[in-house]
């Protein structure tokens, strides 16, 4: 919890989540070691959507069920936040909850034009970077030992 609290930056946060994909925790998306369908003797990291305990409408959605199950969510974080003794726990799980609402609005679905989940020309991170901006995928990268 401290090393998520000391994030103050967008590249500290792009390490952060870095670290945790280098020991398999989580983070706002998922990648896994393939092989490169284009060249089967190569592998890339592959990555997709991810940063999500609850569907992704869940977040998106104002109806009762929805309502419900967001604020059964926040509640669940409230007690696991007061447990580990954070000073805010109420504030904290409403910022989890908003953190995870804003990725919801990112996620791309099959029906939006392309399948999210299907193969992608290969970029370095430093491609990435250019071709998404607003996160430091190098920074991303280096703890997994990734170039």
Not at 117 to 139: H, I, K, M, R, Y
Request: aromatic share 6%.
């Amino acid at each position: 919890m401290k090393a998520i609290d000391a994030i103050d930056s967008v590249r500290a946060l792009a390490e952060r989540a870095g670290r945790l994909s280098a020991n398999t925790t989580a983070g706002p998306f998922f990648s896994t070691v393939g092989v490169d369908p284009r060249n089967p003797a190569d592998r890339l990291v592959h990555l997709s959507q991810g940063g999500l305990l609850l569907e992704r409408d869940v977040y998106l959605r104002d109806d009762d069920a929805s309502v419900g199950l967001r604020a059964g969510y926040r509640a669940y974080l409230e007690r696991i936040f007061t447990l580990v003794g954070r000073a805010e726990p109420a504030a904290d799980a409403q910022a989890v909850v908003g953190v995870e609402t804003e990725i919801a609005r990112a996620h791309r679905l099959a029906s939006d034009g392309g399948d999210p989940e299907g193969p992608a020309a290969p970029l370095t991170p430093s491609q990435l970077n250019s071709a998404f901006p607003g996160f430091d995928w190098v920074a991303w990268a280096r703890p997994q030992g990734i170039d």
